[in-house]
């Protein structure tokens, strides 16, 4: 686990400079103007009391998460996104982890059956999001239910510490602002979420519905997950500024 998130780091910083110009080529040009504005505030609060940023790309490896309409995995949607934000996240000053930046899964070695190892990914994706005294823990999944209709992001928090619930907020509201015009959903409370019972602030990004064509097709495509990303870390920057001081 703790080779593997060193390997991470490193991978991350030599891709940094190449994800961003194919993340300013994706991205709407209203977007791009935002991110000129929030990179000045990274900037300027860049200090020791800045949270460390841990990121969790939900399922992978041999466990897929949900199925989009088309035969999409959650997983790869997953990874997709959380790679963007991290690297987003560590161009612009945080120093930035992740459970995973490729197709694995992180359960320990040697454990045999898919529940067994499910229990052995979840406690140390748990584990990784305890792992600093003083971070933003942020899980990236995609959402589904059995009628179609629903769609739209929400982010779920725990009362666990008294910012999650800010942080959930602000993230709701870049990505309705920025990616999602249309979306009416309300972050939600949901204090049986394992992952978010961390002491840090934590929250749980569900991006979209894959049982909605319409959304599965958007959550599919690689510009959008970007466009998702970008919307993700604009609402983080917003609540490590307004909550973290210089
Ligand atoms: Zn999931």
């Known amino acids: 686990m703790r080779n593997n998130l060193k390997k991470i780091t490193e991978a991350g910083i030599t891709l940094v400079v190449v994800s961003v110009f194919v993340l300013c080529y994706y991205v709407a040009k209203d977007i791009n103007t935002v991110v000129t504005e929030n990179a000045a505030v990274a900037v300027s609060t ?3 009391m800045l949270p460390d940023i841990l990121l969790d790309a939900g399922h992978g490896g041999f466990d897929g998460g949900c199925v989009g309409v088309g035969g999409e995995l959650e997983k790869d949607i997953n990874l997709s996104i959380t790679k963007s934000l991290y690297y987003l996240c560590d161009i612009f000053g945080y120093n930035t982890s992740a459970t995973r930046l490729k197709d694995i899964a992180v359960n320990d070695s040697g454990i045999e ?42 982010m779920f928090f725990s009362n666990k510490n008294p910012l999650n619930e800010k942080l959930a907020l602000d993230i709701q509201q870049s990505v ?15 204090d049986d979420m394992f992952l978010l019972t961390t002491e840090n602030p ?5 991006c979209g519905f894959l049982s909605n064509a319409e959304e599965c097709k958007k959550l599919g495509d690689k510009a959008y997950q970007k466009k998702m990303a970008l919307s993700v870390f604009i609402g983080l920057n917003k609540f490590v500024k307004e909550n973290y001081s210089a």
Do not use: P, W
């Open 113 to 154: 059956g898919i529940y067994d190892m499910k229990q052995s990914d979840m406690k140390n994706r748990l584990e990784f999001f305890k792992s600093s005294d003083n971070a933003v823990c942020i899980s990236i999944h995609q959402n589904q239910f059995t009628d179609a209709k629903y769609s739209g992001a929400q």
């Open 176 to 190: 309705v602002a920025n990616t999602q015009k249309e979306n009416t959903r309300e972050i939600k409370h949901a």
């Open 202 to 206: 934590s929250v749980m990004v569900e």
């Open 46 to 48: 860049a200090s020791n």
